[in-house]
């Protein structure tokens, strides 16, 4: 797999690192679609994986922020503002131009991805381990 949890990724939160498994196995199907040559036409593939991460992300940052918020987390107010940003960026997809730029689409997806994946995940959830 292109996307793996590494041990340095790994908060200690059980379901935490769970979820963020979770969102590495979608980055990883998103990968394997983009190298997928079989499939010349990948425009429900793309959206579905769009619509996944929409779906699953909500669910992970409402639930990692309820957390925070339980433990009187002092990081909440920026997580809060890094998840709405990452929401935002997957809400703004537009189906038109996925459809035109298919590849592109794809690579801009897996780039942001992996920004996402190595300084959210990495830089700043494994310090809601350590309040």
């Known amino acids: 797999a292109m996307y793996e949890m590494k041990p340095e990724y790994y908060t200690g939160i059980i379901f935490i690192d769970e ?4 969102l590495f196995a979608i980055a990883n199907t998103a990968y ?6 079989f499939i010349p036409d990948k425009y429900d593939y ?3 994986v769009i619509e996944e991460l929409r779906s699953y992300t909500r669910y992970h940052f409402e ?4 957390y925070m918020n339980s433990i009187k987390y002092k990081r909440l107010l920026s997580q ?10 997957i809400n703004s997809y537009d189906d038109e131009i996925v ?9 801009e997806l897996l ?3 992996t920004n996402w994946l190595i300084e959210h995940i990495y830089k700043q959830d494994k310090l809601i381990a350590e309040q």
Do not use: G, P
């Open 46 to 48: 793309i959206m579905e």
């Open 63 to 66: 639930h990692e922020e309820t």
């Open 99 to 107: 459809d035109e730029k298919q590849r592109e689409s794809l690579f």
């Open 80 to 89: 809060k503002v890094a998840h709405d940003d990452f929401i935002e960026k």
């Open 111 to 113: 780039d942001f991805l």
């Open 19 to 22: 979820e963020h498994k979770k």
């Open 32 to 37: 394997e679609l983009l190298m997928n040559e």
